[in-house]
């Protein structure tokens, strides 16, 4: 499965984004999906995810309360909704995907992903 994330761009502090992750290839239906990010000069680090049905989420702390991640099987997309926006969040944010997981299954490290779609920077100034 190809993975494509959109969305990203220029915010001042406390505003807003959404992000996309599109899916082609194969059916995303059936496939975990998480949100990572990675600033410069600093590793990629989890920042949320979303079970293959959508009834579980699962959200770094930094992010929690801010963030939330969505998903559309119908539409082969994955969503993250960013709010009150952070210096600190600026980095470029990569979607992932894995599947032949149960229903509620999700990941929040690098290796647990299977496929890897390109980033999408997102600056927030201050």
């Known amino acids: 499965v190809q993975l494509r994330a959109s969305g990203g761009g220029l915010v001042q502090a406390g505003g807003s984004l959404r992000l996309s992750c599109a899916a082609s290839?194969?059916?995303?239906?059936?496939?975990?999906v998480g949100w990572f990010r990675q600033a410069p000069g600093k590793a990629r680090e989890f920042v949320a995810a979303?079970?293959?049905?959508?009834?579980?989420?699962h959200y770094a702390e930094s992010v929690k309360g801010r963030f939330t991640v969505s998903r559309d099987n119908a539409k082969n997309t994955v969503s993250l909704q960013m709010n009150s926006l952070k210096p600190e969040d600026t980095a470029v944010y990569y979607c992932?995907?894995?599947?032949?997981?149960?229903?509620?299954?999700?990941?929040?490290?690098?290796?647990?992903?299977?496929?890897w779609g390109q980033g999408t920077l997102v600056t927030v100034s201050s």
């Open positions: 992932a995907a894995r599947g032949r997981t149960t229903s509620a299954a999700m990941g929040d490290f690098v290796t647990w992903y299977d496929y």
């Open positions: 290839g194969r059916t995303f239906s059936n496939k975990a």
């Open positions: 979303i079970s293959w049905s959508g009834g579980s989420t």
